[in-house]
């Protein structure tokens, strides 16, 4: 397998690079050991990560890996003189493997302020900064040859070599004088490898297609004649050698990784990569790439995390190992104790059966010892006597008078031991239980009878007895202790470095978002220059723009899925026309007022209004009532627009935010099975919206004021107006609050939020109390009093229900008045009638058509609403009740599974939404910087789930922080307030939250008796850990990105999870000392 880089390679990898990287500008540099740096060439909307391994490799890489915590002095010093400087130029020094990337000034390479970084990827390899005049700043390792120091600090890295020459044509005398100079052993491959600086694998295609085999022995095998074919098809070869080697030094191009074939169908595994596809690998499996870095990034990426995993491997096994070793011990110390209890017990049985002989033997010691007869003349006597044929001295094995003790050998008197059941015995049973039958050794104390030494044996089983049994009761204790130590020993020590695919952020993400629980996507920036971005670039016709009066209050934008394809606006002009609305098609009407309120939130809960925890309102106005173009002496900074028109004012917000996990679904299947949950609460949405779209929009256009004198300057460094005039209806103390609440389904939010924190039981208990009266059961007993002036309602209602009622009736009856008023002001006062009659006469022949060119050549499309027509000039003021779209006439948006639809089969068009811009919206003042958003880009959040089921395939997580209503289906998510966490003990606090709910959504056992439910248990299992697991691995610095600050993080079990925390903490650490002892 190879294992770095050759000369061929470098060259192929300096093309790769002069393509990709040369004109970027290096942000970033990181080391990841000693030897391995990673170099951050970026531009806008573009990054490329660059690895570099002294004496190894380097290529570009898609893959993550764990940096150093505290960079070295090496990355230190690369860091002071290169950062954020653009690199110029990368070459190889002639055809050695050594990479020059070139940070030059504007002036030139030659000048003060040019610098070199100088890879070698040959032997232990090296690293050097160097100046203009490549005097050594600075570099990784010192290199010594003998006692001469070749490379340091201050000395010059000589560029001179005998491989700086390059690579060149082969003529017929250099190759025949490389080969007559071969060895005897010499093959052909191994002789061409170190030839013209063509490197092994190049030398391998000339020999394969030359015709000739690797293996040939140079000495005996090739003919050098003038006239020999063998050398004429070698210089043939490397003919197409040289161009090859050209082709990979002017361009890039692809990488090619061979492959070893695997047995049994198992995955095959790397052998070689290379820069193209030489004639040695065209017979064998191989993998093609779009360039050679990817391949060697591939390659060597693919060998990293092999390494590591077996790395930890190998730990877990050493884990396995120490755990079977104390399961090994344990197991050993029951059977002693089992063996002890059996023992004593055979023991004492053996006295009993032989009470005779233990006594005489006690008594004839017992009267030798009383004699006083020394100690070594009784054993000698009892060798005589056991020599002479004396039973009772035959059965003594051992005097111990230290401690008044025999050892006597007794047999079972009642047993006939034959030989063929002693082997029977020895074969079946253990060896420590085949030690019990035949003679046994007894020791006796010869001070007490025979019966006393039987008792006293009856008393070791006992104790042994007790001891065995309390052994066996902790013994599970025991070794699940023992089992968790070493796990925690593990832990502390595991290897967590990983290499896992780096993946491609959406183009959101850079910005504050969400999706709304209608499935809207709203956007918000994270400062002024993300806000000038944000509406400059991606703020439409018919989308909104939402913000509040407040201190650094975000501008936040909610992008109309209904004008985002082309059909549905279409199907809505179709739909308006009929209905003959002035409502224009790319209107933010459509949006419900649940996003908008949400929206508010978000803006408001980014303001100053978070730390002060001041409860304010937000507002919202159309896209085309956001301008950059400033009044007459007034001037907008960054992040600050000019509104015109009406604000459209929200309820108050409460300040209660959120944090969860958004999932990416990897196949089709699983996307197609999260269509059909959205399109089923896009339905209940549509119907909760089908009863108030024609009152609201018919209160909207009465309303309707959005004249050029009416202006305000928001955003930028305070979002206060500077100047504005009220128009009817935007003052937010004339809001009624029941309406708003009605309108913007707040009771319905206000209970999914008390939901996810109320105690059940309580719960319960208030629902058993009393039954919920929908909006729509209200309204029908509104209508109900109305006919029949009957003020008893046929269903109980609470106290608080009735006042609501009552709230709501006394609303209705002042909108009519207001409706009223409005009309009779909307009547043309004298003079208006007959310049209305003027202008219609004037205008008679032109159409609509013409006089929208003229107005946008005049600059005053913008204007359009504010003038008065001739046709709405000379027209009667009827009621507002005629001109109101009827319910059934009045567009309703389609169902989300058909935007997303439209939106995956939509081309790459522009949305012309805008054909004639009014001259003061954003983007007039400069064009260039105004970029489409394509279609497909919003079609990612059909990708997009936040409760996976059982069965999907989940491929990464994605934080999102948004207003707590619209994680309301959120699988993992968590609750925020104001409070004095920061934004990374936040976002660590709500991790823990959310993998201990995915620890609790696991199954706790997988088996049961249902086939089905088997399965079922599986696939949550699978999926819970596939949950945890991806949440676990979604780096800090994204978390941090999407966090709010200054926060306090709940959710239920708070306390709980947090001693968990802290208890797992200790063990690490404990676990981590005893590890270092």
Known sequence: MKQRFSALDVRAIAASYRQRLVGLRLQGIYDV???TFLFKFTKPNSKHLVL????????????????SIMPSSFCIKLRKHLKARRLTGVSQIGMDRVLDFEFAVTAGPEYEGTYHVICEFYASGNVILTNHRYEILALSRVVHIGDETVYAVGKTYSLLGSTTAGIGKVSREQLVDWLSKAQPKDTLKRRLATFAAYGPALAEHVIVRAGLSPSLRVATAIDLSPQSPQIAALLDAYEEAYS???QLGDRECPGYISLLPAPNDEEPTFDDFAPWLFAQYANRPYREFESFSDAADVFFSNIEAQRLRAKAHQQESAAERKLDAVKAEHRGRVEALEHAYKRTEEQARRIEMNLEFVDQAITIIRQAVAAGMDWKELETLVAEQKDSGNPVAERISGLNLAVNQITLVLDDPTSDWSQSDSESEIESGSEKDTQLTGPLSVDVDIFQTAFANAQRYYNFRRQAGVKHAKTLAVSSRALQSAEQKINADLKATRVTATVSQMRKPFWFEKFAWFVSSDGYLVLAGHDMQQNELLVKRHLRAGDAYVHADMHGAASVIVKNMLTSA???SSSVDKALAESKSDAPPTSAESIPPSTLFQAGVMSVCQSRAWDAKI?????????HQVSKTAPTGEYLSTGSFMIRGRKRFLPPTQLVYGFGFMFRLADDESIARHAVVRQQRHAIMTENLKSTSTANYSARNANADDSAEDFSIVGGASSTPKQSTPAAGSDAKDMDFVAARKKYNLDEIDHATEDAFADADTSAARSESKRHISAK???????????S?????????????????EEETKYEQKQQQQQQQQQKQQQMKRGQRGK?????????????????????????????????TADSACSETTDVTDSAVSEQQQPLPPSIVDQLNALSTRDEEKDDLDQKEPEEEVGADNEDDVAELPVEQLGVLDTLTSAPMAGDNLSFAIPVCAPYPALSQYKYRVKLVPGTMKKGKACKMAQTVVLAAADSNRPRTTTSSDAREADRLELETILANREKALMKSVPETDMILQMLGKVKVTAPNMESIKQKSKQAAKSRAKAKQQSKD
């Open 33 to 35: 050991n000693a030897k």
């Open 52 to 67: 570099i391994e002294s004496g190894i490799r380097t290529h570009t890489t898609e893959y993550t890996r764990d940096k």
């Open 244 to 246: 090859i080697a050209e």
């Open 566 to 568: 082309p059909e549905f």
């Open 615 to 623: 409860v304010t309102s937000a507002w919202w106005v159309e896209a």
């Open 777 to 787: 059961e209200r309204r029908d007993m509104r209508k109900q009093n109305s006919n």
């Open 789 to 805: 002036q009957s003020p008893a309602p046929k269903v109980k209602l609470s106290k608080k229900e009735q006042r609501r009622l």
């Open 836 to 868: 209305a009659k003027k202008i219609k006469e004037k205008y008679a022949e032109q159409d609509q058509e013409d006089r929208d060119l003229r107005m946008a050549l005049l600059g005053a499309a913008g204007k359009q609403d504010t003038e008065v």
